[in-house]
């Protein structure tokens, strides 16, 4: 059953801890590949400036749903055996692991096809908010230009 994880920095979810779950909740030779993605903070905003942190915040019952929702949608696509997604929250630093996504596919190219799909739908339709802190200032990340 794919797997929705909204996870607080304190809770310490890391990749081995990824890579670990996704491996026990599946049968030997069930699967041909698993595929990770760690998506971590930049040290650099898009404008350039030195990021010293970002804050993520989340709508904690809606983040979860979200999660789970796209976890079951991309569980749907042929040739995907299990999904993993998790999003952590709270304060990081340039460097820090902030999203995971696993999948176990029967072969890569649909556990590819699963993973980019995830790691997009998750960047915009989770209602989580993160707050970038450079050399320059802070402010909320798309809300720029508000």
Known sequence: ????ILSRKEDGFS????I??????????????????????????????????????????????????????ISKIDGVRDVIIC???????????VLF??????RSSPGFEAIREAVYRVKHEVPIWKKEWTAD????VGAEGA
């Open 1 to 4: 059953m794919p797997l929705g």
């Open 15 to 18: 990749t081995e801890r990824l």
């Open 20 to 73: 670990s779950l996704a491996k026990s909740r599946l049968e030997e030779g069930s699967y041909g590949a698993l595929i990770t993605f760690v998506g971590t903070v930049r040290g650099t905003s898009r404008g350039g400036s030195r990021v010293v942190r970002l804050e993520y915040e989340a709508y904690e019952e809606s983040a979860k749903e979200s999660l789970q929702r796209i976890a079951d949608d």
């Open 87 to 97: 999003h952590r929250y709270g304060a990081f630093a340039p460097g820090e692991e």
């Open 101 to 106: 996504v696993a999948v176990a596919s029967e």
């Open 137 to 140: 200032g802070s402010y909320w």
